[in-house]
């Protein structure tokens, strides 16, 4: 938990957090799906010799297509000249991969299969004429000989209009959410010397990222990453006791990118709703402040802008409802942590989201900062 202001300037909010999920289903789509995977297969080990020129392969749900594969992405697949989408794909194979193609461990999430024999789990974030990528990590094009890619979940075939299509509509498109999320924070400690005399301290930080979050495949349901964002934060602490009092003012803007950020969209059925969580981190990103003293000359300093949770610790609604529409997320909660009889922190945050369907690769553009609000006050409870 964050604990701001007290003689190391400010004490950071450290949460490690981890998403546990299983994959699952009924022994008869289990079934189905092993049946299905097994039907492309076999069709794959007896495709026709390749022209020379066509080096990879892809093996749908329908037919093969041999070609250069150009890129694929969290919602289809370029194959020469065409772009597939990504839910019509079952089995990718790069440079002339020989057949029959191996054996597919489990249906019900992608796979790598490398060169060396070895096979990875996890899902494919993307690929490029150099590299495979995904959430471990990015490999060589060349160590990778085939990629399987498991069908998307339940509800999640609607391409690009309501949440629920982040594998992208056959036009190419992807879901944003973009708008603002927002963070109030006071911070108060008291202590008093062997004499009764007390010396207090007061922080109160605004903080406000406009933000544009893009839909992405992520272990069956849909990773939320930080494509884009502003932050704005306006901070003032004051000090005083029996020995004087000192006054920190300190603001900034920062443009800022998704590698300290990190969310899941999880697709409702019939046993669950759909729900989400977030947050907007800026572990990199500093702005100055300086502090005025009663016995001596100002300081200057460096503060860490505040990051921000939706659906996560402290947040106490974890994860966050998607509304009926599938189309917003909007919500506020507000919080105050007691750090034993003197200290507090209190934090009231606030986000509006709304989901946008734009192409992969144009997105919307990111809206500004919301208006500045009046500074923030020491003596506001």
């Not at 005399?197 to 939320?224: F, H, I, N």
């Not at 800022?256 to 709703?273: A, E, F």
Request: hydrophobic share 30%; charged share 25%; glycine share 12%.
């Amino acid at each position: 938990m964050e604990l701001t202001g007290i003689d190391d300037r400010a004490s950071r909010r450290v949460l490690a957090h981890r998403d546990s999920r299983r994959a699952g289903g009924g022994r008869k789509v289990l079934l189905g799906l092993m049946l299905a995977v097994s039907f492309m297969l076999a069709l794959a080990a007896g495709v026709a010799p390749a022209p020379a020129e066509a080096r990879d392969l892809l093996v749908l749900r329908t037919e093969l297509r041999r070609g250069e594969l150009l890129s694929c992405d969290a919602t289809a697949c370029r194959l020469d000249g065409s772009t597939i989408p990504r839910r019509d794909i079952v089995l990718i194979g790069l440079g002339d991969p020989p057949l029959p193609s191996p054996t597919v461990r489990n249906p019900l999430a992608d796979e790598l299969h490398l060169r060396d024999g070895t096979v990875r789990p996890g899902p494919l974030v993307s690929l490029d004429a150099r590299r495979v990528v995904t959430p471990a990590r990015a490999y060589e094009r060349r160590e990778v000989r085939w990629i399987y890619l498991a069908p998307p979940p339940a509800g999640s075939a609607g391409g690009g209009g309501a949440a629920g299509g982040g594998d992208g509509g056959e036009d190419g498109t992807c879901g944003f959410w973009i708008g603002p999320v927002g963070r109030r924070g006071v911070f108060r400690h008291s202590d008093s010397d062997s004499l009764g005399a007390v010396t207090r301290l007061t922080r109160t930080a605004r903080t406000v990222y406009t933000v544009r979050l893009r839909e992405g495949p992520r272990s069956g349901d849909l990773g939320l990453r930080l494509d884009d964002a502003t932050v704005r934060e306006r901070l003032r602490e004051v000090v005083s006791g029996p020995t004087g009092s000192n006054r920190t003012e300190g603001s900034g803007t920062s443009h800022i990118d998704g590698r300290t950020s990190d969310g899941l969209l999880v697709l409702g059925g019939p046993s669950r709703p759909s729900s989400y969580k977030f947050n907007v981190g800026t572990a990199e990103y500093r702005y100055p402040s300086t502090t005025h003293s009663s016995s001596g000359p100002p300081t200057h300093n460096q503060e860490l802008f505040t990051g921000i949770w939706v659906g996560k610790d402290p947040d106490p609604d974890q994860p966050r409802i998607l509304d009926a529409s599938r189309r917003s997320m909007k919500g506020e909660y507000t919080i105050t942590h007691e750090y034993g009889e003197h200290t507090s922190l209190m934090e009231a945050v606030s986000w509006e989201l709304t989901r946008v369907s734009a192409p992969c690769d144009a997105p919307p553009a990111l809206p500004p900062l919301p208006a500045e609000s009046e500074p923030p006050d020491e003596a506001e409870p």
